[in-house]
């Protein structure tokens, strides 16, 4: 899927990754298709700013130094400020890994690579963002 076929709203996604340099490229790549992002490091960050600033979509990685993007998941699907945020996250974990079945059905699942634009623009396809 190319990315410039989908209507860019104002949308604000909230991007979760320890490894600034993944951070920042999946940030670069986000501001170049016209949204606004912010950046969170931390799990316990993120849950804060999510519930303080309600972002449109929320894109975290797998791996976090505090909690997993999996544990991360799973408190905002059951809080009520975020349960309505929509979730993706960003791995490079196969389908069957067992961590991934702990995800909430509601929780899209980007691969990390080339398959990310695609995955992302399934993601916004799914949540109705796009």
């Known amino acids: 899927a190319d990315l410039a076929d989908f209507q860019h709203l104002d949308?604000?996604?909230?991007?979760?990754?320890?490894?600034?340099?993944?951070a920042r490229i999946v940030e670069r790549e986000l501001v170049n298709c016209g949204y606004r992002v912010?950046?969170?490091?931390?799990?316990?960050?993120?849950?804060?700013?999510?519930i303080?600033?309600?972002?449109?979509l929320i894109i975290s990685s797998g791996v976090l130094a505090e909690r997993s993007g999996v544990d991360l998941a799973s408190a905002m699907a059951v809080?009520?400020?975020?349960?309505?945020?929509?979730?993706?996250?960003?791995?490079s974990s196969d389908a069957g890994d067992?961590?991934?079945k702990r995800l909430p059905a509601?929780?899209?699942?980007?691969?990390k690579g080339s398959g990310f634009s695609d995955d992302f623009a399934a993601a916004l396809e799914r949540f109705g963002i796009a």
């Open 98 to 100: 067992p961590a991934l």
């Open 52 to 56: 303080r600033t309600r972002p449109d």
């Open 11 to 22: 949308l604000e996604i909230l991007v979760v990754d320890t490894n600034k340099t993944a």
């Open 38 to 50: 912010t950046m969170a490091v931390r799990s316990f960050e993120a849950l804060e700013l999510a």
């Open 106 to 111: 509601s929780v899209a699942v980007m691969k």
């Open 79 to 91: 809080i009520q400020p975020t349960e309505t945020i929509p979730f993706a996250l960003l791995t």
